[in-house]
């Protein structure tokens, strides 16, 4: 699976958006970009995922760029309860024992 | 979304004792569930692929004899830490993939084990 690289920190004022960068530039044809949030001592929460259209579900929006090389999770309106890791995490979905393998992510802290 | 439960959610044992931890999905069926440890401040680390029916996959550095994993059924797979010591001390973590959703993978909330 292709690997990604996220900043290790951001700080998003609430009630502000929060634009969270993934780049993934070796990610192939077949592969998805998923996201995924953890908040303190909890298990990952899905949010989103998608292949190369935007998309956008009740929780955020997830902008892929035309060469898929990066991709952009939004929160439109971020709340304290949004304080948490978030991971990017690209995985193909040819097989059902295609793993989902965690990188470091990004703690988005949000301020009041 | 999917939900995926496990029980305990906290576990405090002796040293040299074994600790089951069962993981269950809820409202779907998963012939593929995931086992994930994480150490404080770290990431998730992958642990092992469960297949219901077969003989899980283990990543490459974890213990099969130690990690005990069995998936009996399309709604249950259970982690068994066999003499367990402090250094197993942890948070684990377990997946479940919901063929009907796009193949999405759904965690737990986590059981944390202390190993006194």
């Known amino acids: 699976d292709a690997k990604t690289t996220q900043p290790p920190s951001m700080d998003c004022a609430e009630g502000r958006a929060a634009n969270l960068p993934c780049n993934h530039s070796?990610?192939?044809?077949?592969?998805?970009v998923y996201w995924y949030r953890q908040i303190h001592s909890q298990g990952p929460q899905y949010i989103i995922h998608g292949l190369k259209n935007n998309e956008t579900n009740e929780m955020a929006s997830l902008i892929i760029t035309e060469d898929r090389k990066s991709s952009t999770l939004i929160l439109p309106h971020a709340t304290l309860r949004d304080t948490a890791v978030y991971y990017c995490i690209v995985r193909s979905q040819r097989y059902n024992t295609d793993k989902l393998i965690f990188g470091t992510g990004t703690r988005l802290q949000v301020f009041p | 979304g999917a939900v995926v439960s496990q029980h305990p959610s906290w576990v405090i044992c002796k040293s040299g004792t074994s600790v089951k931890i069962e993981c269950r999905s809820l409202d779907f069926q998963a012939t593929t569930m995931f086992w994930y440890r994480q150490f404080p401040k770290q990431s998730l680390m992958l642990m092992a692929t469960?297949?219901?029916?077969?003989?899980?996959?283990?990543e490459q550095g974890v213990e099969k004899d130690k990690f005990l994993i069995n998936h009996a059924s399309l709604t249950l797979s259970t982690l068994t830490v066999t003499s367990a010591h402090p250094e197993d001390s942890s948070f684990y973590i377990c997946?479940?993939?919901?063929?009907?959703?796009?193949?999405?993978?759904?965690f737990g909330p986590g059981t944390r084990l202390l190993v006194l």
């Open positions: 997946s479940a993939r919901d063929l009907g959703q796009g193949k999405t993978q759904y």
């Open positions: 469960s297949n219901e029916g077969s003989k899980a996959t283990y």
């Open positions: 070796t990610i192939s044809g077949n592969e998805y």
